[in-house]
């Protein structure tokens, strides 16, 4: 069965730095990756998908990278900012009738 | 639609009543998941849909709860007897088939159901 680890559970950083959230998986038959951020008492809002071909992906201050071949996918996010202050979860989807999530990162980016 | 829309946003329910969580996918997905994510949890699969058949019904709790879709489109979580652990964020996703060039998830806000 698919696992999916995210690393560290939770993370604080002063504002205007660089971060890299770490998500790891068990099985390397996955069709895509997704990261997802989600606010307190809210839905999951998509941020950035890689088909299992790409290595990465990038969305304004946001990269995600894949290593399918390793396990691993890392979300880079550049000069942060209080608002980026959120959970992020990776999920990977190994076929048509589920996404695997991770136990996400609770980042907070201190003014 | 330009997003999925759940609702209601929020339902408190007293233990023993019926509830029913609706979900209304973006137009043309044919795939539709039901999560659940109790508090300071992560997501826990629930059902999914391909078009109107679920061909995978693994993550139902209990026989408590069912699901249907109809149309292809408006798919309705029932869920009968509330008990309290019900209570919990009860969100809804849509994706493109598989096969299609993009088939990321689409979540809707998701309904808090409170069982009191």
């Known amino acids: 069965k698919q696992e999916v680890t995210q690393i560290p559970a939770a993370l604080s950083v002063p504002e205007g730095e660089n971060l890299v959230l770490n998500c790891s998986f068990t099985d390397s038959a996955i069709y895509n990756l997704q990261w997802f951020r989600q606010d307190p008492g809210k839905g999951l809002t998509s941020l950035l998908l890689?088909?299992?071909?790409?290595r990465e992906q990038t969305s304004g201050r946001l990269n995600a990278s894949l290593d399918k071949s390793s396990g691993r996918s890392t979300l880079y996010i550049a000069a942060s900012q209080p608002g980026d202050s959120a959970t992020y979860l990776c999920a990977v989807r190994p076929g048509a009738n589920n996404l695997f999530f991770g136990t996400g990162t609770r980042l907070t980016v201190i003014p | 639609g330009a997003g999925v829309s759940q609702s209601p946003s929020n339902k408190v329910t007293e233990k023993g009543k019926d509830v029913e969580l609706r979900c209304d996918p973006i137009s043309g997905h044919t795939a539709l998941y039901w999560y659940r994510q109790s508090l300071g949890q992560g997501l826990e699969f629930l059902i999914y849909?391909?078009?109107?058949?679920?061909?995978?019904k693994s993550g139902l709790p209990s026989d408590r709860f069912s699901a249907e879709r109809t149309g292809g489109s408006v798919s309705t979580l029932t869920i009968q007897r509330t008990q309290q652990e019900d209570s919990a964020v009860y969100l809804c996703?849509?994706?493109?088939?598989?096969?299609?060039?993009?088939?990321?998830?689409?979540f809707g806000s998701g309904t808090r159901l409170t069982v009191v």
């Open positions: 996703a849509s994706s493109l088939a598989l096969g299609t060039t993009n088939y990321g998830y689409t």
């Open positions: 890689i088909q299992s071909s790409q």
């Open positions: 849909f391909q078009g109107n058949s679920a061909p995978d």
